[in-house]
């Protein structure tokens, strides 16, 4: 009999096992145009996730999900831990109109089965350019939405259940 994979077993190792050095630096350092996504990661009664793990994915960047970095290209890819408080942060460059979002995956205690959403950057998308956008029911489309929240800075938080629920998407096979 084979050991468990990380998705049959429930435990706090993601914050550990995972990260690597510059994992939120989708973006290097000195880009003018780049812009700060951060949020933290809440459980159904509204506590901190200290021990979530987040990978982003963004298109339009060139390469496509680096874990390379080199301080000089904007990599597509990005892997970070929650804090303590469950805080997170990644540097990265605004989604183009192609895919006006980045692509975000939850790991965190007690899920057996990683969870996927969206993070649309800034303003929602047009009505009719994005069919996922759309699918969702209007008063749950915020839960997609990254904020403003200072210069170039914007803040996504994931809840994972309970009120105010991030909208997760379901891929079936």
Do not use: N
């Not at 970095?69 to 990005?78: C, E, K, L, N």
């Not at 759309?134 to 809840?159: K, S």
């Amino acid at each position: 009999m084979l050991p468990p994979t990380p998705s049959q077993t429930v435990g706090p190792f993601y914050a550990y096992a995972l990260p690597f050095a510059g994992g939120g630096d989708i973006a290097p350092a000195g880009r003018p145009d780049a812009v700060t996504v951060h949020g933290y990661v809440r459980d159904g009664h509204g506590d901190p996730v200290p021990d979530a793990l987040l990978e982003f994915w963004q298109g339009g960047t060139g390469l496509p999900g680096s874990l390379r970095r080199d301080g000089v290209h904007v990599t597509g890819f990005g892997r970070v831990a929650t804090d303590a408080d469950g805080h997170w942060a990644v540097r990265t460059l605004p989604p183009r109109a192609a895919t006006p979002y980045l692509s975000v995956c939850v790991f965190a205690r007690g899920l057996t089965h990683h969870l996927y959403t969206r993070a649309y950057v800034g303003d929602p998308p047009p009505d009719g350019t994005d069919a996922l956008f759309a699918a969702v029911p209007e008063e749950r489309r915020p839960t997609l939405i990254a904020v403003p929240d200072g210069e170039r800075t914007y803040r996504f938080d994931v809840r994972l259940q309970g009120e105010k629920e991030t909208v997760f998407l379901d891929f079936r096979g």
